[in-house]
């Protein structure tokens, strides 16, 4: 019996998160038995130069000697206290210098849990309960998040999963990812009743996706005439794709701004923060409320503290941007060379792999267009010469500082080989 199998019998679908599973690629999930530096090994012992990072945490590479020092020695001292520590407060305090949008935070302990809580939050501070939200983007599975667009243009959604109440479908509204004249209208027509506008400001969820000119200039725009909150998802592209994160990169200032990954150094971390005015209606100064048990835990709050000061190094977004440019110009060379029509996005540590003749993807539809049976065989034979992608055609990719020269050329030397198989075939 596998590994997967055994899992199945215990966990539903065998997994704890359901891009684990493999289902949009299909076969058996790998179980992972250790990690270091750009490498997963396996647990039938099978070694991978790998492009997930643990979904993004992981922008120093795995098992970083000076995280793991530091978790070590928090960690000697008690896990968990259900009080403060001086941790939190240093974390906080490093946010704050790094993103001046955000002059309070609070930490929780996923990023789901950030994106719920921002949105209670906007609702709680403005006295108006609709969302504003975009195809494409994930925000974590809380129920008013878990919404697809009605049948037309700025009609009313629809929940997107048994379990979710219709008439919280009546409180979002979801609109084209990049359709700055669309959000333009939907103000227009409801912007009296907009709490918020909640975007991931590069979409990672339905693969690489960065906004175009304008688009997130708009949604600031829009946000101010009509008195609602914008929120930045951060919770992927925070200190990714920039120290300050997209909101630095493409200066725009949010209300609120959701993060995870990087900020818990790979440990389960969330954090909502912004606006000191608003952040201060939170319990216990106001009556919106928000709490968690393990909240701000010294080991999670160490190893993001750790993560953020050597990230803060000199040069070092410089130094991933240039080797993601790398790998990415090399793949698309080498689908040229075996024809395959291939088209790459990427801003800094994060890209996406699409096989479409496009000329751009920037939008849904695009994304859904493009050739997701032709990704399925392409990551197994990836999988093959060593190479773990997402498994899914639909997430991001990431690339971490520990990714060097030798890693990057046999990544391309195995897509090479790869597309010519597929062409083959």
């Known amino acids: 019996m596998s590994l997967y199998q055994e899992a199945c019998k215990y966990i539903p679908g065998g997994v704890n998160s359901p891009v684990r599973a493999f289902r949009g690629v299909g076969g058996e999930p790998i179980f992972i038995k250790r990690a270091s530096g750009a490498h997963i090994e396996a647990a039938d012992g099978r070694r991978f130069v790998d492009y997930v990072g643990s979904w993004g945490p992981m922008i120093l590479g795995h098992a970083h000697p000076e995280v793991i020092g530091a978790v070590q020695r928090v960690a000697a001292d008690g896990l968990s206290f259900g009080a403060p520590t001086e941790l939190e407060t240093a974390l906080a305090r490093r946010v704050t210098e790094l993103m001046p949008s955000i002059e309070r935070v609070r930490f929780v302990s996923s990023g789901t849990e950030a994106t719920m809580s921002a949105i209670r939050l906007a609702r709680g501070f403005t006295g108006r309960d609709t969302i504003v939200k ?38 979002t509204v979801t609109l ?110 106001g009556p919106i409320y928000q709490a968690g048990t393990l909240s701000g835990n010294p080991v999670a709050m160490v190893a993001g503290l750790t993560t953020l000061e050597l990230i803060s190094a000199p040069g070092f977004h410089q130094r991933l941007a240039a080797k993601t440019a790398t790998l990415m110009q090399g793949i698309e060379e080498v689908a040229a060379r075996a024809g395959v029509a291939l088209l790459t996005n990427h801003v800094t540590g994060m890209f996406g792999l699409f096989f479409t003749d496009a000329a751009r993807v920037e939008t849904f539809e695009q994304v859904m267009s493009c050739d997701v049976e032709r990704f399925k065989r392409f990551f197994h034979r990836m999988l093959a ?33 790869a597309l010519a198989a597929l062409e083959a075939r």
């Open 134 to 171: 975009f195809e494409g983007c994930y925000h974590g599975h809380s129920d008013s998040l878990l919404i697809k667009a009605g049948s037309g243009a700025l009609t009313l959604g629809v929940p997107s999963s048994p379990g979710v109440p219709a008439a919280l479908a009546a409180h």
């Open 176 to 285: 084209r990812y990049n359709d700055a004249e669309q959000v333009r209208e939907a103000f227009r027509k409801l912007g009296a009743q907009i709490a918020c506008v909640i975007v991931e400001p590069v979409a990672g969820n339905m693969n690489c996706v960065p906004p175009v000119k304008g688009f997130l200039e708009t949604l600031r725009s829009e946000c101010d005439r009509a008195g609602a909150l914008l929120i930045l998802d951060e919770v992927m592209t925070g200190f990714r794709v920039a120290l300050g994160g997209a909101q630095a990169h493409y200066r725009v200032r949010p209300d609120l701004t959701t993060l995870g990954k990087i900020i818990g150094g790979g440990m389960p971390v969330g954090a909502f923060g912004g606006r000191r005015d608003v952040m201060e209606r939170l319990a216990p100064l």
């Open 385 to 417: 010469e060593g190479v773990y992608l997402a498994p899914s055609a639909f997430e991001a990719g990431f690339i971490s500082d520990a990714h060097g020269e030798e890693e990057l050329d046999a990544t391309i030397t195995a897509a090479s080989r």
